[in-house]
């Protein structure tokens, strides 16, 4: 089978990929979810080591800690949201208009898809006749075109709802680690470090497993920025908390 005709059938059929061994880097949730999870904790571990430096009690502790969970996780959601229906709004326009353009001059649309063919190297002859069989059927072409000349699956479109909710989710789990030493009777800020450290090392390491980077790179990477932010609050706190009345 030629390799155009494959491309013919992978537009066709967008659902089936060419090679199964290859990750999902397309989904609507991963990306935030661990950039939910990494801020929650890096960000509350911060605030919390900012507000120890300056010299506060347990009880305030828990109370920046709990606070700074649910602003940071309902922050995060609105801003997930906020950016992946703009971003989905977009793409749907463009969408609209790549049909109104197949609608109105659809010869025109055929030749320009077939010299997206001739310019990756295929005969003239044999590309209009793929782009004419691709574009057959009305949806059919919109999709092919929308792959072929936006770089965007119409089927496949992240979901604002599902970033939201696995952002604010995550961002609450990681922010949570650090703050339950606390919860649960410490009262120095070395339990929390340890959990926090753990967590980080750990993020960084799941990070690695979709991204092909080694797991013990990535998780003392994210371990080192997490350490180096931590330090720079509590440095803030100590400075300054003692002139704060």
């Known amino acids: 089978m030629s390799a155009i005709t494959l491309e013919a059938e992978s537009a066709h059929h967008p659902r089936i990929p060419a090679a199964g061994h290859h990750r999902d880097v397309n989904g609507g949730w991963l990306r935030p979810a661990v950039f939910g999870a990494v801020d929650g904790l890096v960000s ?35 801003g997930e949201y906020t950016s992946v229906a703009s971003q989905r709004e977009l793409v749907q ?5 790549e049909r109104l353009e197949l609608s ?9 898809l077939a010299q997206v063919y001739i ?3 295929v005969e003239p ?12 059927d009305p949806e059919a072409a919109l ?4 792959r072929e000349e936006l770089g965007i699956d119409p089927n496949d479109l992240p979901s604002p709802l599902v970033a939201a909710g696995s952002s604010f989710l995550c961002f609450a789990l990681g922010a949570l680690l650090p703050l339950l030493p606390y919860l649960l009777g410490a009262t120095s800020l070395l339990p ?3 959990l926090a450290a753990l967590g980080l090392f750990l993020c960084g390491a799941v990070v690695a497993r979709v991204t092909a ?23 803030l706190g100590w400075l300054i908390g003692g002139h704060v009345g």
Do not use: D, K
């Open 44 to 78: 509350n571990f911060a605030l919390m080591t900012g507000v120890v430096g300056g010299a506060a009690s347990s009880g305030t502790v828990i109370l920046t800690g709990l606070a700074g969970l649910a602003a940071g996780a309902c922050s995060m959601a609105a």
């Open 93 to 97: 326009a463009e969408i609209e208009a």
């Open 104 to 112: 109105r001059n659809p010869h025109g649309e055929l030749a320009e």
């Open 119 to 121: 310019g990756r190297g």
């Open 125 to 136: 002859e044999l590309a209009h006749e793929v782009a004419r069989q691709l574009t057959a």
């Open 143 to 146: 999709e092919v075109h929308a």
């Open 192 to 194: 929390a470090v340890v």
């Open 213 to 235: 980077r080694a797991w013990w790179f990535s998780g003392l990477r994210q371990l080192v920025l997490g350490a180096a932010a931590a330090g720079v609050t509590y440095l």
